[in-house]
């Protein structure tokens, strides 16, 4: 009977105990030794463990880079250990291709505080931005993601892009390209070009609504110059990976192009930005979370053209 009674108590302290399941993270190889990790369609937050923006690893003969971290320091961590299941190489670049928080906060698995790891690489507009935003970011992780966040490191890239960049990998290079602002003030692309391979961050979103948070103008300006390159696999910052190059743009230059021109049209009849909000209609298919983004895309648009010659 005693045995009996300390098996049962074992068994309730198991079932009390807390359980944090590490986050699964698949990588799936696109191209010879480049892999992309596919975030969830939806808005970061808890419900999704912040795994919703695409990732990317890249491997060399002399080390391997990564190309954003995810939405949350355990999801990087997750992804440091994906990784090492794919290569023993190491880690010794660590790309953001902008400031928002689903491709920044896994950043402190990569890159120790004593300066070891990986080193942090992004635009020359980068720091600022996430130091703008670490406070809103951070308080966000806390409110929404519960205490077991709280610890979570904003981690600054300390090698700035001002134009392009090459890295070498060792064998294989990746060049890496500054944008004037768009969507964002600090977006970023990367390269690789052994493959063909073009991670393009935000700049370019699948099913996903596309998000206004630099300039409208400016992002419509960079999806044309954008459409001239030589590209063989296109990564989004969200939805799937495609070779219908520049065909995947498209879609996405028409919800920009139309945007504004209904903002446009808003303004030359005087209304006010609330009715403009209230009456410019989401479009259909094929975006999804129109109903969270798209009033906030009309704002955006309405404040910047509001005063254009």
Known sequence: ?????????ALLICSAAPVHAEPAFALREVAPGVHVHVGVVDEWGPANGGDVGNLGVVVGERCAAVIDSSGTAALGAALKKAVRRITPLPVCWLINTHAHP????GNEAFAAPDGSGARVVGHHRLPAALQAR?????????????????????????????????????????????????????????LD???????????LFRDHMPVV???????LAVLERLAAERVALAVPGHGEPSSDWPGVLAP????LTELQASVRTALKA?????????????PPAPWRLGEVYHARNVTAAYAELEWED
């Open 134 to 190: 670490a406070p809103h970011y951070l308080n966000a992780l806390r409110r929404d993601f519960g205490a077991a966040h709280g610890g979570t490191r904003i981690v600054p890239p300390t090698l700035l892009v001002q134009d392009t960049l090459e890295l070498d990998l060792g064998g294989r290079t990746l060049l890496l390209r500054a944008w004037p602002t768009a969507h964002t003030d600090a977006d970023l692309t990367v």
């Open 270 to 282: 005087g209304w006010t930005l609330l009715q403009a909000t209230e009456r410019i209609a989401p």
């Open 252 to 255: 996405q230059q028409r919800y």
């Open 213 to 219: 948070d630099g300039r409208l103008k400016g992002w």
């Open 102 to 105: 689903d491709h920044v906060l």
């Open 193 to 203: 070009t052994r493959s063909g391979t073009l991670f393009l961050g935000d700049l």
């Open 1 to 9: 009977m005693g045995a009996r009674r300390l098996a049962l108590a």
